[in-house]
């Protein structure tokens, strides 16, 4: 069993079923865990946007939907966006802050839903999972830090932070491929949260590993496979 807050980190990594036979007993580290999380999310995407010339943001984003668009509509909404430049690090910053929460809270719906047969945990129980198995998350964002310390410019391209998608590892489609919003999303770091995920419904609920990883991968498999279906 993980003996202290540092310790369950690194066991999250290196060892979860440690961890998870911990976390009912250490409420508290759910809550410092939650914060890190959302403190350093939100940050590195603050510092991801906040040096970027206001031009340079509207090209990029202009560039993504340009395919969409006549070339009337494009000077339209290039001079809409050009208002709104200058405060995309604070809109990026407060969605983050917002929707964090959201999603973890939904997640955890899930995971209660699925994995407390007769309700032997409560709600928080798998709030604090989901906040736990979201930890390889960190991993990638600090990675997006290393690389915003590393560019010769601030002026990155606004696909940056998904470094680890399956479309910048091994498609390279671009936006006005049909796939491209679909690969561009499927990041690598899910496969990690889904299996910390399939370790904690195996612990918790004793079910069997094969029970565990179809419960885990279950939303996943559903959200793009629904996607790729209306492709």
Request: proline share 5%; glycine share 6%; aromatic share 12%.
């Amino acid at each position: 069993m993980s003996k202290n807050l540092i310790q369950g980190i690194a066991d999250l990594y290196v060892a979860p079923k440690s961890l998870f036979n911990t976390l009912a007993e250490k409420k508290g580290w759910s809550v410092i865990v939650f914060f890190l999380l959302l403190l350093v999310n939100t940050g590195v995407m603050y510092a991801f946007y906040a040096g970027m010339s206001p031009m340079w943001l509207v090209e990029q984003q202009i560039s993504a939907i340009a395919h969409t668009l006549s070339p009337a509509e494009i000077e339209t909404t290039r001079a809409a966006m050009g208002h709104m430049a200058d405060k995309t690090k604070y809109i990026v910053a407060a969605s983050v802050l917002v929707m964090t929460p959201i999603m973890l809270a939904i997640i955890a719906v899930y995971l209660m839903l699925v994995g407390n047969p007769g309700k032997k945990r409560p709600y928080g129980d798998w709030y604090a999972m989901t906040v736990w198995v979201s930890l390889p998350g960190l991993l990638n964002v600090l990675g997006l830090a290393v690389l915003i310390l590393l560019s010769s410019t601030p002026d990155m391209p606004i696909n940056t932070p998904n470094y680890l998608s399956v479309n910048q590892l091994f498609l390279q489609l671009g936006p006005q491929d049909a796939w491209f919003s679909w690969a561009e999303s499927l990041n690598l770091i899910y496969l990690w949260t889904t299996a910390l995920t399939a370790v904690g419904l195996k612990c918790w609920s004793g079910y069997s590993t094969i029970k565990a990883s179809l419960l885990a991968v279950a939303p996943l498999l559903i959200i793009y496979g629904l996607w790729a279906l209306f492709i």
